[in-house]
T-cell receptor, first 113, second 113 residues
């Protein structure tokens, strides 16, 4: 069964600290993996997209890694800011089916001053 | 400004009263889709459309209808809403290729009483 699991479910850190969010997937065949940031009550906004051949991709203070062999991805946030408080969703696209995305349930991050 | 616009943002309705949630995008995207987001379940795809007059079921299509008469619009129709359709709904659009970014609307919070 195609699944995307994220950990931890929630995380609280102090402003300025780094953190790493995890995503494990069992989706096959794999096309690409995306990380989205979703502010409360708003639509998700794309942070990174990685294909099979990409190991790492950065977007400012956000760095995503992908290990396609172990089917794991991580999102590292450097020097966190209060505005980083949001849910972070890992999404895997399968090449099976024309337009199939499998969403994780997200990690809810809270950054405290 | 490139955007996906949903209306209304909030809606409270009664069981059985037909309603339509509109979605419009101004990016000339071919692919559009509807998702619902419920606590602990993540986003689940309801319906998607690959182009005008081409629609297909996602993971949770029961109780919903869609139409794609124009490229820019993709309304979601609930013919006879029930309380279990109380949820946060998102419309998304993309160019459709495997590596293309999906843009999400701001969401519609629907309550069926």
């Amino acid at each position: 069964k195609n699944q995307v699991e994220q950990s931890p479910q929630s995380l609280i850190i102090l402003e300025g600290k780094n953190c790493t969010l995890q995503c494990n997937y069992t989706v096959s065949p794999f096309s690409n993996l995306r990380w989205y940031k979703q502010d409360t009550g708003r639509g998700p906004v794309s942070l990174t997209i990685m294909t099979f051949s990409e190991n790492t991709k950065s977007n400012g203070r956000y760095t995503a890694t992908l290990d396609a062999d172990t089917k794991q991805s991580s999102l590292h946030i450097t020097a966190s800011q209060l505005s980083d408080s949001a849910s972070y969703i890992c999404v895997v696209r399968s090449t099976s089916g024309t337009y199939k995305y499998i969403f994780g349930t997200g990690t809810r991050l809270k950054v405290l001053a | 400004e490139a955007q996906v616009t949903q209306n209304p943002r909030y809606l409270i309705t009664v069981t059985g009263k037909k309603l339509t949630v509109t979605c419009s995008q101004n990016m000339n995207h071919e692919y559009m889709s509807w998702y619902r987001q419920d606590p602990g379940l993540g986003l689940r795809q309801i319906y998607y459309s690959m182009n005008v007059e081409v629609t297909d079921k996602g993971d949770v299509p029961e109780g919903y209808k869609v139409s794609r008469k124009e490229k820019r619009n993709f309304p979601l129709i609930l013919e006879s809403p029930s309380p279990n359709q109380t949820s946060l709904y998102f419309c998304a659009s993309s160019l459709g290729g495997p590596g293309t970014e999906a843009f999400f609307g701001q969401g519609t919070r629907l309550t069926v009483v």
